[in-house]
């Protein structure tokens, strides 16, 4: 147990080494934030790029706390909140960027804008998993795309963390699903509602062929970037194709794009949390994907295993070597971070 005004937390004083659980104050809760006891972490590939260092466009600065998404329960309101009450279970992509305390912590001060009640039907641990998993396919394929139903889709990455939620969205769409994977994600994909690709084995023309009929693809989901983006490029339907990039950070030729009338949009979900804009966009995402959610029509893949705060570079090494089986979770608050 924590003394009376602190907290236990992840800190990491230096980048490149390991973060130490300390006693740290409670948060202060500030106009428009809410105060939530944080009952998971979701752990994704950028948290690990930032305790190495290596994520200048995520702002930090030493020492902070790290977790971008949480999951938990609403212990205080600020007097000019109205939307969320004592009791409300949440959830949300919330900080660990910008200079803003993350989720691997026992309490977090949030922005009430970016948060929204977390769907009934999931544990704790499955919604801190998806709230940057979920903004992302929205803006992509909702936002910038305009998904609709009877839009032929394929996802690049289809078995990733975000790749598995924007199969879903774009399912829940209406629309006519592939995804890109190894062979080992087949059935995963699979049970996701698309059609299983398998990048390694498939050459691109001809799965454009084998499935698009030459045509192309209505619209183009990459979620790994460099040359799976170029190809995206040359795969997208004539005139009215769309590709959108999480990942579209490198250097690229856009001919193949520009020769085919297509066009292209990037998504740099961090942007709200980083300059304070549009925040309540985000909120308003998360509460329609927990309808979504509600309705049985998206669900995260949790990596089983138990971490904790005191196993937080256990879960991070995990996601850094591939070894998780679906999103790794940290679980906070004796041990009932997923109950």
Same mark, same amino acid.
């Given at each position: 147990?924590?003394?009376?005004?602190?907290?236990?937390?992840?800190?990491?004083?230096?980048?490149?080494?390991?973060?130490?659980?300390?006693?740290?104050?409670?948060?202060?809760?500030?106009? /428009?934030?809410?105060?939530?006891?944080?009952?998971?972490?979701?752990?994704?590939?950028?948290?690990?790029?930032?305790?190495?260092?290596?994520?200048?466009?995520?702002?930090?600065?030493?020492?902070?706390?790290?977790?971008?998404?949480?999951?938990?329960?609403?212990?205080?309101?600020?007097?000019?909140?109205?939307?969320?009450?004592?009791?409300?279970?949440?959830?949300?992509?919330?900080?660990?960027?910008?200079?803003?305390? /993350?989720?691997?912590?026992?309490?977090?001060?949030?922005?009430?804008?970016?948060i929204a009640l977390k769907p009934t039907t999931w544990t704790f641990r499955e919604a801190a998993a998806a709230p940057l998993a979920v903004i992302s396919a929205w803006e992509g394929l909702v936002d910038r795309a305009h998904v609709a139903a009877g839009n032929t889709v394929l996802v690049q990455?289809?078995?990733?963390?975000?790749?598995?939620?924007?199969?879903?969205?774009?399912?829940?769409?209406?629309?006519?699903?592939?995804?890109?994977?190894?062979?080992?994600?087949?059935?995963?994909?699979?049970?996701?509602?698309?059609?299983?690709?398998?990048?390694?084995?498939?050459?691109?023309?001809?799965?454009?062929?084998?499935?698009?009929?030459?045509?192309?693809?209505?619209?183009?989901?990459?979620?790994?970037?460099?040359?799976?983006?170029?190809?995206?490029?040359?795969?997208?339907?004539?005139?009215?194709?769309?590709?959108?990039?999480?990942?579209?950070?490198?250097?690229?030729?856009?001919?193949?794009?520009?020769?085919?009338?297509?066009?292209?949009?990037?998504?740099?979900?961090?942007?709200?949390?980083?300059?304070?804009e549009h925040r309540h966009h985000h909120g308003s995402i998360l509460r329609r994907a927990a309808a979504l959610a509600d309705a049985s029509l998206l669900t995260p893949v949790v990596d089983p295993r138990t971490f904790t705060l005191d196993t937080v570079g256990e879960a991070h090494l995990a996601?850094?070597?591939?070894?998780?089986?679906?999103?790794?979770?940290?679980?906070?608050?004796?041990?009932?971070?997923?109950?």
């Amino acid at each position: 147990m924590s003394p009376r005004g602190t907290m236990r937390a992840s800190v990491l004083r230096e980048y490149g080494k390991a973060a130490l659980v300390e006693q740290v104050p409670l948060p202060a809760l500030r106009p /428009g934030h809410v105060l939530v006891r944080v009952r998971a972490s979701g752990v994704n590939p950028l948290d690990t790029k930032i305790r190495t260092g290596a994520a200048g466009h995520a702002r930090t600065t030493l020492p902070t706390i790290l977790g971008i998404d949480l999951a938990g329960v609403v212990e205080a309101v600020a007097g000019d909140v109205t939307d969320f009450n004592p009791g409300d279970e949440v959830y949300g992509m919330t900080g660990g960027v910008g200079g803003v305390q /993350g989720s691997l912590a026992e309490y977090a001060a949030v922005d009430a804008d970016l948060i929204a009640l977390k769907p009934t039907t999931w544990t704790f641990r499955e919604a801190a998993a998806a709230p940057l998993a979920v903004i992302s396919a929205w803006e992509g394929l909702v936002d910038r795309a305009h998904v609709a139903a009877g839009n032929t889709v394929l996802v690049q990455g289809g078995a990733g963390g975000v790749g598995h939620i924007a199969v879903q969205l774009a399912v829940a769409q209406g629309a006519l699903v592939y995804a890109t994977g190894r062979s080992k994600d087949a059935d995963l994909i699979r049970g996701l509602g698309a059609t299983p690709i398998d990048f390694a084995s498939t050459a691109v023309d001809d799965y454009v062929l084998e499935h698009t009929g030459g045509e192309g693809f209505d619209i183009i989901f990459d979620t790994v970037g460099g040359a799976t983006l170029d190809a995206s490029f040359g795969a997208v339907r004539r005139y009215t194709g769309h590709v959108v990039s999480i990942l579209g950070w490198g250097t690229h030729q856009l001919a193949p794009l520009s020769f085919r009338g297509a066009t292209y949009s990037g998504v740099f979900t961090l942007l709200p949390l980083l300059t304070g804009e549009h925040r309540h966009h985000h909120g308003s995402i998360l509460r329609r994907a927990a309808a979504l959610a509600d309705a049985s029509l998206l669900t995260p893949v949790v990596d089983p295993r138990t971490f904790t705060l005191d196993t937080v570079g256990e879960a991070h090494l995990a996601v850094e070597t591939g070894a998780n089986r679906g999103k790794a979770v940290v679980d906070i608050g004796n041990g009932t971070g997923g109950k």
